[in-house]
């Protein structure tokens, strides 16, 4: 379940602030229905989160399992005068509606069109919320705010704390913290300790994404060598990271020449100059400590080249005069 998303929902319990369109009954501890003109309304995807909230209070949380898609009819509102559909209505002056455009009028213009409807279904996921997440602290997860949105995409390590004592919510957010991928997090900088369990996910697949090395480089030497690490033979995609032979950041060298496929502990062995690998012969040669440390099956052992001229020799030749210069120390 990579690229799951979380959203805060605005399940109608009377009429809308903004009345350009009529919305749906909804039970909101069952589905929530939306149509085609509702903003975001194609980026809820099943499998996301949702935070449903009605205008005064935070309704509780769930996992939408399915999304039924129809046809129907809506009622649209527009201002008589300049045929706009950002209405507000109004309870204290004489003329009660007012648009975008600051045209008052008594009654809006209506008319019916066809529109895509859903119903996201929540199945049994649905828990109620914490009094802890009040609609001011949901309203500051949400990631581009705009007041009349029913349908907001927010950052759920944003409120999770709040979510966390009460046990079926917690169950939720671990299911979704521990869905994440690396296609789901970018490399950031990122000092601060990380205040959620779901900063404590992207924080681990950061780190992960830059051990593994960057995608194209990594691509690359995938391309050369095959999805296996060119030591050991580890092919589980997890522990198998891009190394570079010579240090991009003095290099800003990504090509496949100066680069190793290695299992992550043979990565860092190879990092911290306590592996080497023969420029000539591509051979492996441990520290001498590392063969009594219960690595001593890759003493010698020959890199897997896959049928190609290797990496960069010279490259390699640098890294292993670091290597003698250590064992020598």
């Not at 030497?221 to 589980?236: E, H, M, P, T, V």
């Not at 492996?284 to 052992?301: F, I, N, R, S, T």
């Not at 049928?307 to 020598?328: H, K, N, Q």
Request: hydrophobic share 35%; glycine share 6%; net charge neutral.
């Amino acid at each position: 379940m990579s690229n799951q998303r979380a959203w805060s929902l605005l399940a109608v319990d009377g009429e809308r602030q903004y009345g350009g369109n009529t919305g749906y009954q909804d039970d909101p501890s069952q589905v929530y229905r939306y149509d085609s003109f509702v903003a975001n309304h194609q980026q809820v995807s099943e499998n996301d989160v949702v935070v449903i909230r009605s205008s005064s209070e935070v309704l509780g949380i769930a996992r939408i399992a399915n999304i039924k898609v129809g046809k129907g009819d809506k009622e649209r509102q527009r201002c008589p005068t300049c045929n706009v559909t950002d209405l507000k209505r109004r309870t204290t002056m004489s003329q009660p509606w007012v648009c975008r455009n600051r045209h008052e009028f008594d009654d809006p213009k209506k008319e019916t069109v066809q529109v895509d409807t859903y119903a996201a279904e929540y199945g049994a996921t649905f828990h109620p919320a914490p009094k802890e997440l009040t609609p001011e602290r949901l309203a500051d997860a949400v990631i581009r705010p705009n007041d009349q949105m029913s349908i907001k995409e927010i950052d759920l390590g944003r409120i999770d704390k709040w979510l966390l004592p009460d046990p079926d919510c917690f169950k939720l957010v671990v299911a979704f913290s521990n869905a994440m991928s690396i296609d789901d997090v970018v490399a950031a900088k990122d000092e601060a300790l990380p205040q959620s369990i779901i900063e404590a996910r992207r924080r681990v697949l950061r780190e992960v994404l830059l051990r593994r090395g960057q995608r194209q480089f990594r691509n690359r030497l995938i391309g050369r060598y095959g999805a296996a690490c060119q030591i050991s033979r580890c092919n589980f995609p997890g522990l198998v990271e891009a190394a570079h032979i010579r240090p991009y950041s003095q290099t800003n060298e990504n090509g496949a020449h100066n680069g190793l496929l290695l299992r992550s502990d043979l990565h860092t062995l190879f990092d911290l100059d306590l592996l080497a690998i023969h420029p000539v012969q591509f051979t492996v040669k441990l520290h001498p400590a590392l063969v009594d440390a219960g690595y001593q099956a890759y003493e010698g052992k020959s890199l897997f080249l896959n049928e190609t001229t290797g990496p960069d020799p010279e490259a390699l030749s640098e890294r292993w005069e670091r290597f003698a210069a250590i064992v020598a120390a």
